[in-house]
């Protein structure tokens, strides 16, 4: 079965610093890998998504993620985080082709420093 | 906005009654998933359907049950309620079938069961 580790369960960054959450997911074959963002009271926003060519991905909201498959890992990137920021990330996967939903990461509650 | 439409925002209710949660996809999109979401488990699929049929199951109980109707509404019965079943439920809808297609995700279903 597939699953998604998300290593930290809170991270907090000062505003301007770069960030980097890490995910980790287990499937046999290639998957579709996405991160989601969920403000407080809202539902989830998909900030982008991989499936297959480039490894590196662009987002919205100047995030991008770099698929690396020696690593299982799809880790998502910002260069300088705003205090808009403050909200909490999850990584998900899907099986390709497939009938499935997503499977979710425990997600990364990422706090903004001032 | 998504564009996805669940109701009602919130609901109480007491162990072992029966409620409905309803939810209003985008406009064209053919599948509708369903999500839960809790402290203990986190977010997890429970199941999808595309343009009226069950296309995909997750870790749905036996007590829940969902359908897809003419008109692409979908609703998610909840039964025999126990304390346990406390979560907000997410409605996501994508215009295919395949998680290729991007979910766009409503705002959710606060259920509370005293």
């Known amino acids: 079965a597939q699953s998604v580790t998300q290593p930290d369960i809170h991270i907090t960054v000062s505003e301007g610093a770069s960030l980097e959450l890490r995910c980790n997911y287990s499937y046999g074959a290639t998957p579709y890998l996405f991160w989601y963002v969920q403000s407080p009271g809202q539902g989830l926003q998909l900030l982008l998504k991989y499936f297959s060519g480039d490894t590196l991905v662009q987002g919205i909201k100047g995030f991008e993620a770099e698929f690396k498959r020696s690593q299982s890992s799809f880790n998502l990137r910002k260069p300088s985080v705003h205090w808009s920021d403050a909200a909490e990330y999850f990584c998900?996967?899907?099986?390709?082709?497939?009938?499935?939903?997503?499977?979710f990461g425990k997600g990364t509650h990422l706090i903004i420093q001032p | 906005d998504s564009g996805v439409t669940q109701t009602p925002k919130h609901l109480i209710t007491a162990t072992g009654q029966r409620v409905t949660l309803r939810c209003s996809p985008r406009?064209?999109?053919?599948?509708v998933y369903w999500y839960q979401q809790s402290l203990d488990q986190g977010l997890q699929f429970l199941i999808q359907y595309y343009n009226g049929e069950e296309r995909a199951k997750g870790n749905i109980l036996e007590r829940f049950s969902a359908q897809q109707f003419p008109d692409l509404h979908s609703e998610l019965n909840l039964s025999s309620l126990e304390l346990g079943d406390s979560a907000l439920y997410f409605c996501a809808s994508s215009v295919g079938g395949d998680p290729l297609y991007e979910q766009y995700f409503g705002p959710g279903t606060r259920l509370t069961v005293t």
């Open positions: 998900a996967v899907a099986s390709g082709g497939g009938a499935d939903g997503l499977t």
């Open positions: 406009s064209g999109d053919l599948s």
